[in-house]
């Protein structure tokens, strides 16, 4: 399974960003996917996730109410729409997916078995 993210860039507060992660290889029938972030000189943390039975989605609190995870079945990618951006949400993102199922909750690292090479999102005040 590759990952490919895409849509970052740079915007002022209070603006948005739609970033993609287009899954290909062997990715029909994917237990999860999820978005996590990283900031220089921080660990990488949890953002939002989905699971592709139901689509139940999962957020981590910074996100509720700004950022919405969807999946696009026909271009078999998962997006993250982020708005109201702030500072804060400077970090590189990563897209990651889980392929079988698993125990692990949505928020662990662990839980996700592939990764794409992540895409850079600025916030200027």
């Known amino acids: 399974v590759q990952l490919q993210a895409s849509g970052g860039g740079s915007v002022q507060a209070g603006g948005s960003l739609r970033l993609s992660c287009a899954a290909s290889?062997?990715?029909?029938?994917?237990?999860?996917m999820g978005w996590f972030r990283q900031a220089p000189g921080k660990e990488r943390e949890f953002v939002a996730a989905?699971?592709?039975?139901?689509?139940?989605?999962v957020y981590a609190d910074s996100a509720k109410g700004r950022f919405t995870i969807y999946r696009d079945d026909a271009r078999n990618t998962v997006d993250l729409q982020m708005n109201s951006l702030q500072p804060d949400d400077t970090a590189v993102y990563y897209c990651?997916?889980?392929?079988?199922?698993?125990?692990?909750?949505?928020?662990?690292?662990?839980?996700?078995?592939?990764w794409g090479q992540g895409t850079q999102v600025t916030v200027s005040s």
């Open positions: 290889g062997r990715t029909s029938g994917y237990y999860r």
């Open positions: 990651a997916a889980r392929t079988s199922v698993t125990s692990y909750s949505a928020s662990a690292r662990s839980a996700y078995d592939y």
């Open positions: 989905i699971r592709r039975s139901g689509g139940t989605t």
